[in-house]
């Protein structure tokens, strides 16, 4: 069965630094997809961003992009650029393709933006 | 606009009680799921269903039970076999491929 860990439970930035949420999975699968869910106080999940396993670019939207390791099974965001509104919990999720598209979630890591 | 919506928002379950979580969406999705998140942990699954009239069994289904008569709509009912129902309830959906899910707003729901 799939695995997603993410060890860090809390961190937290400095508005307008960076910061690095950490993520590893585990999976025989070759092909399959990776993503960043964020989740505010209003506990309404919101898709950040994906990643397909086949390509070798990092995707990117606007201050968020992952730096993706396929052969370590790592996949962490990088959030520039840090705002307020980015304080939220964030969970990294794994589906494989095809079939019911059922994903699997990690525990999520609490982000603090102190101003 | 499209999206999912859940209803209601937050629901009291006596004990030995059945209730039902309604999620309904305008997405045009073929794909359907419930997922249960408790303080401090992930998204478990519950249910998933690919097409109308035919679903799945996730991870933690056992004391839950689902129906999907129509593509819009997914409702979830929490028995009376479910000994520890508190929690926050998410209904997601999902276009077929590599995309990821749109969710509801959620259902948290308590025993009373």
């Known amino acids: 069965a799939q695995t997603v860990t993410q060890s860090q439970p809390e961190m937290s930035v400095q508005e307008a630094e960076t910061v690095t949420l950490s993520c590893t999975y585990d999976t025989s699968e070759s092909d399959y997809y990776l993503f960043w869910y964020k989740q505010p106080p209003s506990r309404q999940m919101i898709l950040v961003i994906r990643q397909e396993a086949y390509k070798q670019q990092n995707a990117t939207e606007n201050r968020f992009s992952v730096n993706f390791q396929k052969a370590a099974k790592s996949f962490s965001l990088k959030i520039s650029d840090s705002q307020l509104g980015d304080a939220a919990m964030y969970f990294c999720?794994?589906?494989?393709?095809?079939?019911?598209?059922?994903?699997?979630f990690g525990d999520g890591t609490t982000l603090t933006v102190k101003p | 606009d499209g999206g999912i919506t859940q209803s209601p928002k937050y629901l009291f379950r006596k004990e030995g009680q059945n209730v039902t979580l309604s999620c309904e969406q305008n997405?045009?999705?073929?794909?359907m799921y419930w997922y249960r998140q408790d303080p401090g942990q992930g998204l478990r699954l519950i249910y998933y269903?690919?097409?109308?009239?035919?679903?799945q069994k996730g991870d933690i289904a056992e004391g839950y039970s689902v129906s999907r008569e129509k593509k819009e709509s997914f409702p979830l009912t929490v028995t009376s076999a479910q000994k520890n129902p508190t929690a926050f309830y998410l209904c997601?959906?999902?276009?077929?491929?590599?995309?990821?899910?749109?969710f509801g707003s959620g259902t948290r729901l308590t025993v009373v």
């Open positions: 997405l045009n999705h073929d794909a």
């Open positions: 269903s690919q097409i109308v009239n035919d679903f």
């Open positions: 997601a959906s999902s276009q077929s491929g590599n995309y990821g899910y749109t």
């Open positions: 999720a794994y589906r494989i393709p095809g079939g019911a598209g059922k994903s699997t």
